[in-house]
Every structure is written in structure tokens, then in C-alpha cells.
């Protein structure tokens, strides 16, 4: 059976601060997804890697992926308020692109001033 | 494009009562999904289409679901009867599938079944 394991599932972090939040799964695939969600939104598409040492940014935040390690990594740098939000990572149950998806439990990330 | 549209946003029924939720997809997209999020099972896959064609119905919970895509524009997720224990929020999904098959999330239907 396919596992997704997020942690931390809860982080609070200071405003100005770094941190990363680590995904690991257990089946091999070539691609993963990270979402957002703001409490009670739906989910919102940040990232999609799909290949192993792709590397993406937007803003603050930089995800990567090692198909080898099965890790993929979301890293944030000096934290603002507004990336408050749970993030999922999220991997094809059958390791391609059938969009069989199963996503990580969260990490509810709290930015504090 | 207006995304993914969901209705209604929020119900609330009686167990025992029939429950309709419905979805209309991105245009052009190929593929849809039905997903359920609890607190305690987190995000769920219950079925997804490709072309309205059902492929994976693997995490439908039980015979009370069921769902269909009778065209490219329109789907439905039934739970009849419905039990307290399906509260949750459900969500669809849609991609146009391809090398990214990113999907892309409605805004979701809030169930309460009292």
C-alpha cells in the first residue's frame, strides 16, 4: 500500500524565519504534486515536479524532488503571515501519471509576528 | 474560466435521507475525480472518470455511493441512505490529464448529516 508521509504536520514559525517541511512516499514515481489550502478553501495547485532533481520556485517557497530518496522537500524562506496554510504533498497511487492521487495528511503551517 | 463548479456549497439532511452532489468540470478536461476530506482520514480519492467512463471506483466506501458522469460537462456523487458518518467535505477535481495531469479543485460541498 502506498504511503505519504508528511512532517511536520504542525509547524509554527516566526515571521522572517526558515523552515522545511519534508514529504516521503513509498512507491517509485517520477512525479509529485503540493497543494494549498487555506482553512476552509479548497485546495490550490502549487507545484508540480516531474522529474527527479526538478527543482520549482514561486515566491517564498521552493519545492524539490529526489525520486531515488522518494523525498520531496518544501522549503520556505523568511516566513510571512500569508503563507498560513495547510500544504499537501500528493503522489500517483501507480507511480505515473494515471492521476490516481494520494495525498499526505497536511502541514499546517502557522506564521506568527 | 470559471474552474471547477460545485453545488449547493453547504447541505444539511436528515440520515436516512438521499443526497445529490454535483459537479461540472474545466471544459476540455478529460478526467474527474471525487475526492472526501475528513479530520480524520484526511483527503480520499473516491472515484475518478476518464471521457465520463469510470476507472478506478476503488475508495468508494460503501454500496450506499455511487457515482456517475452521464457527459463531459456533468457529474454526480449519490449517497442514498446517508449516515452521520459521511459528513465531510467533497471535493471534485479535474485535469486534462497529459504529462502534468495537475489537477484542479472545486470549491467543495460541505456535508452535514444529522
Known amino acids: 500500500e502506498l504511503k505519504v508521509e508528511q512532517n511536520p504536520l504542525f509547524l509554527s514559525m516566526q515571521e522572517g524565519k526558515n523552515y522545511t517541511i519534508y514529504c516521503n512516499y513509498s512507491t517509485t514515481s517520477d512525479r509529485l504534486y503540493w497543494y494549498r489550502q487555506d482553512p476552509g478553501k479548497s485546495l490550490e495547485s502549487l507545484f508540480v515536479?516531474?522529474?527527479?532533481?526538478a527543482v520549482k520556485q514561486e515566491g517564498r517557497l521552493m519545492a524539490s524532488l529526489d525520486t531515488k530518496a522518494r523525498l520531496s522537500t518544501l522549503h520556505i524562506t523568511a516566513a510571512v503571515h500569508d503563507l498560513s496554510a495547510t500544504y499537501f504533498c500528493?503522489?500517483?497511487?501507480?507511480?505515473?501519471?494515471?492521476?490516481?492521487?494520494?495525498f499526505g495528511k497536511g502541514t499546517k503551517l502557522s506564521v506568527k509576528p | 474560466d470559471a474552474g471547477v463548479i460545485q453545488s449547493p456549497r453547504h447541505e444539511v439532511t436528515e440520515m436516512g435521507q438521499e443526497v445529490t452532489l454535483r459537479c461540472k468540470p474545466i471544459s476540455g478536461h478529460d478526467y474527474l475525480f471525487w475526492y472526501r476530506q475528513t479530520m480524520m482520514r484526511g483527503l480520499e480519492l473516491l472515484i475518478y472518470f476518464n471521457n465520463n467512463v469510470p476507472i478506478d471506483d476503488s475508495g468508494m466506501p460503501e454500496d450506499r455511493f455511487s457515482a456517475k458522469m452521464p457527459n463531459a460537462s456533468f457529474s454526480t456523487l449519490k449517497i442514498q441512505p446517508s449516515e452521520p458518518r459521511d459528513s465531510a467535505v467533497y471535493f471534485c477535481a479535474s485535469t486534462p490529464g497529459g504529462s502534468r495531469n495537475e489537477q484542479f479543485f472545486g470549491p467543495g460541498t460541505r456535508l452535514t448529516v444529522l
Open positions: 515536479l516531474l522529474s527527479n532533481g
Open positions: 500528493a503522489v500517483d497511487k501507480y507511480g505515473g501519471s494515471q492521476g490516481n492521487l494520494i
